[in-house]
């Protein structure tokens, strides 16, 4: 007996699923170019840069194209006396549910970076604004395919009106590629999304199953980053190769066209250098460009800084040690162990002595060097020695007068000092049996420096002579170099006080300091030049807390972490596509490569594509000639073993002939075979098999 046919309003237009595939595209893979930006030092600034503005054309024209085709709809549903209040087009309305989320996503974060400062790394995807953003564009991006899950169903369900259940089969199991192109494209979006959401647990982003080439000297590289004085519109500049290269100490020049860093470097002769490390001056343009290198030695040079005119440079370096040189006066030896600098890394460690020696965290400098402090013309050239004896000294700036300024222990304990360019007429500032360091001065001759006066590390100030000392900063934890605003009016310093050194701000007048930097999960590290000649940027460099990747049996885990949790997406999200609707034959090669592209273009994995490739070419074996759909649950099953498992082989043997592996044999076939019995359970729980006698009616 027929059953009354089931009246619905047509959904949109093939070529509306083409148009949002198309926007969904600009979004998805916008959003990875701005993620791209930001790991290659070319951010402009959270979300207002042009490398984001695919991405808003994408979202804006998904919004615009949804209200306009939906209100269409909506009109037609009035006409034929449905007054439901429907504002998206038929099947889209999860899409017009992710614009909703992510423009309030993009709101939030604005007020919660505000609020709550920067997010840095892993923190950039965690923060709840930050989640409700990806997840809206994920939503946005699958309306194509949700789209057309509910035009099956309602194929289906008319062809079931009529009890026609090989009408309904054929329906899902005989769909063309032709006219499924925009759903499939969707897919792919929609695993590119969820990629982004889950950006810290993917092999695109964490590659946890390189081999760990065991240089940890320069393992957590410190980066350049700028913000507006009062912490807002931070920017990371440059972006430091792991394990070959880092940027510190950054420094602006006089006139504001240049930044000075330290460029560390990983040397190819270890016995050279600090653990095979050098460290020498260079140049950035202040957009983070034009990396250029000022000096070129094995040893460490540090704090340089340009006179005021832009003539000469003057630096400290450790390219004489001690043993090289005469046995120095008893007055003038003293370099005790609590004076060895830490080098490779962004800042002293929390609880660390940061009043000593240069800056830096990681691997300790032999007892045996020694600072020097040495002047050279602008470019590096013409350089002497200013300093002589086993002794630290750091130079720390040029006043207006053309003197410079630096700390010692020359008398036995860390003072604070003043030279001319050419090494005459040195005058001790400061005399106290505490110890007095990083100096700098104000345009107006006063001077700050850190002092541990009152048993810990605090900010003082002085007049130009080093005469009536004040404290500054009163804090328990330890504050330390400072930095003189242009105008005098604020000093910028380092302070420990909420566990990670973060940079902060106070009045040079006194009074209540705060926090600038606000990024919980980096260690910041400025010097006395560290703002703009005209006030207007703060330039930092820093570095994540990494994890302790040296260790073995963790960075197993981590690898096996990560590609079981992409195992879990990519079964889960084809699974239930195919739960729906079978796919047409190419499919999956077609969705998984739009789902690596963006990913492994933007984090420098082109791996991935790799593996999707490869992946994709067995997931559509398996719909040639299993053809997985509703109707074959057992071979969607199969589906969902063989994709995963074959993606994590792929990437795993790419790895293995490019880098090499930190994964024994045992470890990585366990991986693929866990990856698989992620699927297969995935697949299970998605699509059960009906039972036999369901099966026959």
Do not use: C
């Amino acid at each position: 007996m027929t059953g009354p046919p089931t009246r619905h309003v047509a959904g949109p237009s093939h070529r509306f699923d083409w148009l949002m595939a198309g926007l969904g595209a600009a979004l998805v893979y916008g959003a990875f170019l701005g993620a791209w930006s930001d790991g290659h030092g070319r951010y402009e600034g959270d979300f207002v840069s042009t490398w984001y503005l695919p991405a808003f054309l994408g979202y804006f024209g998904s919004l615009v194209a949804l209200l306009v085709v939906g209100s269409r709809h909506a009109a037609k549903r009035v006409s034929r006396g449905d007054r439901s209040r429907h504002l998206a087009p038929p099947g889209y309305e999860v899409a017009l549910l992710g614009a909703a989320l992510a423009g309030t996503g993009l709101l939030v974060d604005i007020a919660w970076q505000a609020v709550f400062g920067q997010e840095v790394d892993i923190e950039r995807n965690l923060a709840p604004p930050r989640v409700m953003l990806a997840v809206g564009i994920m939503l946005i991006a699958a309306g194509p395919l949700v789209a057309s899950w509910r035009r099956v169903d309602v194929a289906g369900e008319a062809a079931l009106a009529v009890h026609d259940r090989d009408a309904a089969t054929d329906v899902a199991m005989r769909p063309r590629l032709a006219l499924r192109l925009p759903q499939v494209v969707s897919l792919g979006l929609t695993l590119a999304a969820l990629g982004f959401l889950s950006a810290a647990a993917t092999p695109a982003s964490q590659h946890w199953a390189e081999r760990d080439a065991g240089d940890r000297r320069l393992a957590r590289p410190d980066d350049i980053w700028i913000m507006a004085p009062d912490g807002s519109r931070q920017t990371r500049l440059t972006t430091a190769r792991s394990g070959a290269e880092s940027f510190h100490e950054p420094i602006w020049a006089p006139d504001g066209s240049a930044i000075l860093v330290i460029a560390g470097r990983a040397l190819e002769d270890e016995s050279q250098g600090v653990d095979g490390v050098a460290y020498d001056l260079a140049v950035l343009g202040p957009d983070g460009s034009r990396v250029r290198a000022i000096t070129d030695s094995p040893a460490f040079d540090a704090q340089a800084h340009l006179s005021p005119d832009g003539s000469e440079l003057v630096f400290s370096s450790q390219r004489l040690t001690t043993a090289s040189l005469p046995t120095p006066a008893a007055s003038d030896a003293r370099t005790p162990a609590a004076t060895v600098a830490s080098v490779t890394g962004g800042g002293p460690q929390p609880g660390r002595d940061p009043g000593l020696g240069v800056q830096g965290g990681g691997t300790s400098v032999p007892p045996g060097f020694r600072w020097d402090i040495y002047v050279a013309n602008a470019d590096g050239s013409g350089e002497r020695r200013l300093t002589e004896g086993g002794t630290i000294n750091i130079a720390t700036g040029w006043g207006e007068d053309g003197r410079i300024l630096f700390h010692s222990d020359r008398d036995g304990d860390f003072d604070v000092y003043s030279m001319r360019p050419n090494g005459s007429d040195v005058r001790q500032l400061t005399d106290d049996p505490a110890d007095d360091t990083w100096p700098a001065w104000a345009a107006d001759g006063r001077i700050a420096f850190t002092s541990d006066r009152d048993g810990d590390f605090d900010i003082w100030t002085a007049a130009a002579d080093g005469s009536g000392p004040l404290p500054l900063t009163d804090d328990p934890a330890d504050d330390w170099i400072p930095a003189w605003s242009p105008d005098g009016s604020t000093i910028a310093f380092l302070s420990n006080r909420d566990e990670s050194i973060e940079v902060y701000a106070v009045s040079s007048a006194g009074g209540e300091a705060r926090n600038l930097s606000r990024t919980s999960g980096m260690d910041e590290l400025i010097t006395s030049g560290a703002w703009s000649p005209d006030g207007s940027t703060i330039v930092y460099s820093a570095f994540p807390f990494g994890p302790p990747a040296t260790d073995p049996e963790l960075r197993t885990l981590l690898a096996l972490a990560v590609l079981l949790v992409w195992a879990a997406t990519l079964a889960g999200l084809i699974v239930a596509t195919v739960r729906r609707a079978a796919l047409p034959r190419g499919a999956i090669t077609i969705a998984l490569l739009v789902g690596a592209i963006p990913a492994g273009l933007a984090f420098d994995e082109p791996r991935v594509i790799v593996a999707a490739i490869v992946a994709g070419i067995v997931g559509d074996l398996i719909v040639w000639f299993a053809h997985p759909g509703p109707a074959r649950p057992r071979a969607v099953w199969l589906l969902g073993t063989a994709l995963p498992a074959t993606w994590s082989a792929a990437y795993l043997a790419a790895v293995a002939v490019t880098t090499g592996t930190s994964l024994s044999i045992h470890a990585a076939s366990g991986a693929v075979v866990l990856s698989g019995v992620i699927g297969l359970l995935m697949a299970v729980v998605i699509v059960r098999d009906r039972p036999a006698d369901h099966r026959a009616a």
